[in-house]
Every structure is written in structure tokens, then in C-alpha cells.
């Protein structure tokens, strides 16, 4: 498994090393109507809720390294029909594609991660592990955004090409890989589909799993706000203020990279901030800090905000390893993958509700503007609230041991 362990922050950096991430709102824009580039992104994300759980499963029967690699595959198979987009159902396919991506990805790439851990007696090394393996794939991040916008404000498909590289080397890392055993004789094989959802459903009734779960749910939607509509705001900017000269897709590029950097930054420091502070005062900041970001980017178009999309990426990289340092050794090794994929589902379907919702307040016509822009942004800031509440009114119950 040594073999594993040397790869695989490798694979895991290669296959997040998405260089469209920072101009893919202004790709989709030149061909499509703003009504059908939120579309796309809903598109994306139930896709990803169809996939997830199917995937989980899939990685716990038949195995962890086919699972990756086909999340490594459909990434070159979204990259191509990206290229050839040349209209909105083509769009569709390279979107669903890169559902697939994400379906097979997560959840599985943690758990392999653990049990080759686990096989060479080393599970006590996967927070900090973890916390490093997501350092390195964040600065991977970055430097794909940097590159892609730079290479965007050029041509736009240009950070296209760029990551079909990135994704063969991924494929590459991925057949290298041997398949972990760890924990996975006796009762803790995966079950029959149907009982296996049931099992993996009891894990959200236990504590804390069930908190957590829904705390996840709530913070992912809030992350994913200025992730989507950050690079429209950016294009807003560029026609109202004097930004020397820098085009809205290499402005993007610098803040994703640079947001990618410190988050990377919080990563490496989340294990120590966790020891430090523990498990409730860390989860609370982050949410907090993120109900803030959303907050501010809905009542000013200002150019000073963009410190705030640089700090976007810093709550959810504090909580990652953390919490998967406590969700993944709780969870039967049958059921890992499988229940990493219901949070994901999870997590997906509600962003999808929020973006199918956020879809019918604008036309199909409309172009973006900052009256517009401001209101979706208001409009998930109420939500988030609404939903914080009851998380933090179930806090002390579910979250004392931790």
C-alpha cells in the first residue's frame, strides 16, 4: 500500500487541477443566456445527486481504485464536450460528465486514503495526512487557477485544453494505484443496495454523525453561493470601475488562486486549530464566517469585496479534515463510501433546490446586473440563516464529546 500512499496526493492534486474553474460562468456566457448558465450549474448538481449514492456504492462492492479512475475519466470526458460546446445540449453533456467527476470522486477518495492507511498499521496518521493531501490538492488549485486566468483572458477555451492534461496524468496516477483491503472481510463487506442505504441511513440517527450531516448540508450551500456568482460580480466590476486595465477572467483567476492558497494555508493549520479550540468552536467560526462573506457580497458592488471572495474558500477548509477525521473510523468500511456519498448527495440536492429555485427569478432574457446579483445573493443569505438556527440550537446535545 506504500505504493498508494506515494501516489495518491499526486492523483488527488492532478485531478482537482481544474484550470476552467475561474472562467467557466464566462465561458458558458458567451454561447448562453444567463437564465441557461444557471441552468447548467442546476443541471450539474442534480446529476451529481442522481450519481452519488449509486457511485458510493459502487466504490464499496466493487472496489476504490476502478471508482477513481473512472472519476478521472468522465473529468477528460467533460473537458472534451466543454471544447466541442457549441450549444446548450452539448453543455448539458460535458456538465453531466463532470457530475460524474464528482460523484465517483467524492467520498471515495477519502475513504481510500484511510484504508491504505489502515493496511500499512498507520490510521493514526490520516487527520494529518489528510489535512496535508488537501493542502497540496488546494495549491494545485491554485496554481490551475492562476494559469487559467491567465491563458483565459487570451481565449477562453484555452484553460480547457490546459486540464485534459491534467486529467490523463490523473487516469495515469489512478492504474497505478492497487486496490486497499483494509477492513473489508467479515460483516463490514457491503450489503444489498437497499440494506446498505438502510445502514448507512441509521450512521445519520447516531450522534454526532447526524449533526454533522446537517451541519455539512447548510455550510456547503452557503460555500457554493460566492463560488457561483463570484466571477459575474467580478464582471460587473470590470464595467463600473477602473481596475487597471485587468479583464474580469484574469482578475478571476488571481482571486481563485490566491483563495485556493490561504485556503490551503487553513487546511495545514486546521488539525492544530482543532486540537486547539475543538471540534464546536471550529465548526461555529467557519459558519459564521461564511454567513458573513455572502452577507457582504449582497449589499455592495465595490472593489474592496474582493478581500472577501479571497477568504471564501477558508471555512470549509478548516472543517474538512476534522471532520473527516471523526466521520470515516465511525463508519464500517461496507458503508464508507456509501455514506460519504449520501452527505454529497445531500449537500448537491440542496444546492440544487437553491439554484432551480434561483432560476425562476430570472428571465429567460435578462442579462446580469447588480440589482439581480445583490438578490440572489439576499436571497441565500435569509435561507442561510433560516436553516443556521437549528443547528445551533442542536449543538450542545450532539457535539459535547468532540
Keep these: 500500500m506504500n505504493n498508494n500512499l506515494r501516489l495518491y496526493p499526486w492523483y488527488n492534486t492532478a485531478v482537482h487541477f481544474i484550470a476552467w474553474m475561474p472562467i467557466f460562468f464566462l465561458y458558458f456566457s458567451e454561447t448562453l443566456s444567463l437564465k441557461e448558465v444557471i441552468l447548467l450549474e442546476a443541471i450539474y448538481y442534480i446529476t451529481v445527486v442522481i450519481l452519488e449514492v449509486p457511485s458510493g456504492y459502487f466504490s464499496d462492492v466493487i472496489g476504490r481504485k476502478v471508482t477513481l479512475l473512472g472519476s478521472a475519466l468522465f473529468l477528460v470526458l467533460a473537458s472534451l464536450f466543454y471544447l466541442w460546446g457549441t450549444h446548450f445540449w452539448i453543455f448539458v453533456l460535458g456538465q453531466m460528465s463532470f457530475a460524474g467527476w464528482m460523484a465517483f470522486q467524492s467520498g471515495t477518495n477519502t475513504v481510500f486514503h484511510f484504508e491504505s492507511l489502515k493496511a500499512e498499521n498507520r490510521e493514526s496518521e490520516y487527520g494529518d495526512r489528510e489535512a496535508f493531501v488537501n493542502k497540496l490538492s488546494m495549491y494545485g488549485s491554485g496554481a490551475a487557477a492562476l494559469i487559467g486566468g491567465l491563458l483565459g483572458s487570451y481565449h477562453l477555451t484555452w484553460p480547457y485544453y490546459f ?44 450522534k454526532p454523525l447526524g449533526w454533522i450531516f446537517a451541519y455539512l448540508v447548510v455550510i456547503y450551500v452557503l460555500a457554493h453561493v460566492p463560488y457561483e456568482f463570484y466571477q459575474p460580480y467580478l464582471k460587473l466590476l470590470e464595467g463600473d470601475y477602473d481596475l487597471g486595465g485587468m479583464k474580469a477572467p484574469l482578475i478571476s483567476g488571481l482571486l481563485y488562486a490566491m483563495a485556493m492558497f490561504l485556503g490551503a494555508w487553513a487546511t495545514g493549520q486546521s488539525m492544530n486549530a482543532y486540537r486547539k479550540f475543538g471540534l464546536k468552536k471550529l465548526l461555529f467560526f467557519s459558519l459564521f464566517l461564511m454567513l458573513g462573506i455572502v452577507g457582504l457580497l449582497s449589499v455592495w458592488l465595490h ?43 445531500a449537500n448537491r440536492l440542496a444546492f440544487f433546490g437553491s439554484l432551480f429555485g434561483l432560476s425562476f427569478i430570472v428571465s429567460k432574457e435578462q442579462l446580469t446586473d447588480w440589482p439581480t446579483l445583490s438578490l440572489l445573493f439576499l436571497i441565500c443569505v435569509g435561507f442561510g440563516i433560516f436553516f443556521t438556527i437549528p443547528i445551533l440550537w442542536q449543538a450542545n446535545k450532539h457535539l459535547k464529546d468532540l
Design 303 to 345: 472593489p474592496a469585496l474582493m478581500v472577501i471572495i479571497l477568504i471564501r474558500s477558508i471555512p470549509r477548509a478548516l472543517i474538512k479534515a476534522p471532520i473527516n477525521s471523526i466521520i470515516t473510523p465511525r463508519i464500517a468500511a461496507g458503508q464508507r463510501a456509501t455514506f460519504h456519498s449520501m452527505i454529497s448527495l
Design 163 to 206: 486540464t485534459l492534461v491534467a486529467a490523463v496524468m490523473a487516469v495515469v496516477f489512478a492504474l497505478l494505484f492497487k486496490e486497499p483491503k483494509a477492513g473489508r472481510s467479515g460483516d463490514e463487506q457491503a450489503q444489498p443496495v437497499t440494506q446498505q442505504i438502510q445502514t448507512t441511513i441509521k450512521y445519520i440517527g447516531t
